[in-house]
């Protein structure tokens, strides 16, 4: 136990790192993979559920939150932790993002934005200073600052000038955010796909002062190409004795590629998500269970995965159950998909420490290449 949060690095494989971030609620290995539980729920699965999968951090949603049932009510019952019941660490977004992803719903100002709420259509606004307020009220143990990201493609001008607002708004929130043991503040470096953007951006958050860094503004609409080409310098210009954290990121194979480039942190939707809709990540690639060729084979998902849905169940009963809308697919779904993404992450931080990444993604890239087995 210790009221600061750490970070310490184990290895370096190239530019990949692994390492632990040591929190007043234990500690995440990194390279993670952090689940989203958008209204302090992970969709379909019970916590101790996603703590089975390997994952040591959940990612909250401010904007949720904030809406239904308000953090003033989550303060008043305790906390984010205990009214989940997860007992892990918690990181909280601005809100930002997905204030900015409501368009004409939203107006912007240089002191902070005015949106009108998708549930009811009422007027709230976040600033720096509320989203610090909001997260604080969560008792997130990762916060993150208040900030703007436009939706690429986007003209130099316009990233330059919403870079340039979130590192005020950075200031802001840092000041907002106070002395508070025991929490993290991140900074968000913005810039688009401008590398010299980007620079200012890592050197005014830098000035400023952070206990980890995320790059932000990426997997907006840009493809892995650019995000690739973008994260060959972004973390570099980073602090190196921080983690970094790429938000909304991503698919297995930019997971793999970000990690690669000296990402440590990664979150996104995708894996839980994807489990409600019959899809499924597996080591040969996405896998539809819904497809008729599923109907009939006692074989299960993946036969390499513990998971439970793989360990119990046939690709034919996860097929029914998804064509029919059961419950249980998206439960089982979602296991496996968590459960898979953590193996990756594993299987990643034990290559890295080894000094054998490259073989592993030479591996990873092949097994994904085979696509799934053959039908019976
Ligand atoms: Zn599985």
């Known amino acids: 136990m210790t009221d600061r949060i750490s970070f310490h690095l184990d290895a370096t494989d190239g530019k990949a790192r ?28 019970m916590p101790e559920s996603v703590r089975a999968t390997g994952a040591d951090i959940l990612l909250g949603n ?54 009108k709420s998708h549930i009811d259509g009422s007027k709230h606004r976040l600033t720096p200073e509320r989203s ?36 005020r708004w950075a200031k802001r929130s840092k000041t907002a955010f106070g002395d508070r043991p025991g929490h993290a503040l ?9 590398q010299d ?3 200012q951006s890592a050197d005014a ?45 991503g698919k297995p194979d930019d997971i793999v590629g970000a990690v690669a480039r000296g990402v440590d942190m990664m979150d996104c939707v995708l894996p839980s998500r994807s489990g409600r809709t019959g899809q499924a990540f597996t080591r040969r690639g996405v896998v539809n269970i819904r497809n008729a060729r599923h109907a009939d084979d006692p074989r299960p998902l993946d036969a390499e ?8 169940y046939s690709r034919a009963y996860l097929h029914h159950v998804s064509r029919s809308k059961e419950m249980i697919a998206g439960m089982l779904l979602t296991w496996h998909n968590l459960h898979y993404y953590q193996d990756l992450m594993a299987g990643m931080r034990g290559a ?25």
């Open 305 to 312: 995965c513990a998971c439970p849905a793989c360990s119990s």
């Open 186 to 194: 991140f900074g968000i470096q913005q810039g688009g796909l401008e």
């Open 352 to 376: 890295i420490a080894a000094g054998t990444f490259d073989a592993w993604q030479a591996v990873f890239h092949a097994r994904r290449a085979e696509g799934d087995v053959e039908p019976i």
């Open 18 to 45: 692994t390492g632990k971030i040591q929190t007043t609620r234990g500690a995440i290995r990194t390279p993670a993979f952090m689940p989203v539980g958008t209204a302090a729920t992970v969709k379909g699965m």
């Open 205 to 249: 958050l830098r000035d400023i002062g952070f206990d980890g860094y995320a790059i932000g503004g990426l997997a907006v609409g840009e493809g892995q190409a650019a995000m690739f080409d973008c994260l060959d310098y972004a973390p570099d210009q980073l602090p190196v004795d921080r983690p970094r954290y790429l938000m909304g990121v």
């Open 62 to 115: 401010t904007y949720h939150l904030m809406l239904r049932p308000t953090a003033e009510r989550i303060a008043r019952l305790g906390g984010l932790h205990g009214f989940m019941n997860w007992d892990g660490p918690i990181l909280t977004d601005s809100g930002g993002f997905q204030v900015m992803s409501l368009g004409a719903l939203r107006k912007l100002d240089e002191d902070g934005v005015t949106f």
């Open 197 to 199: 953007l980007r620079a």
């Open 132 to 167: 610090m307020e909001i997260q604080a009220l969560l008792g997130s143990d990762i916060v993150m600052c208040f900030d703007e990201c436009p939706a690429l493609p986007a003209d130099r001008d316009r990233i330059a000038t919403s870079m340039e607002l979130s590192m």
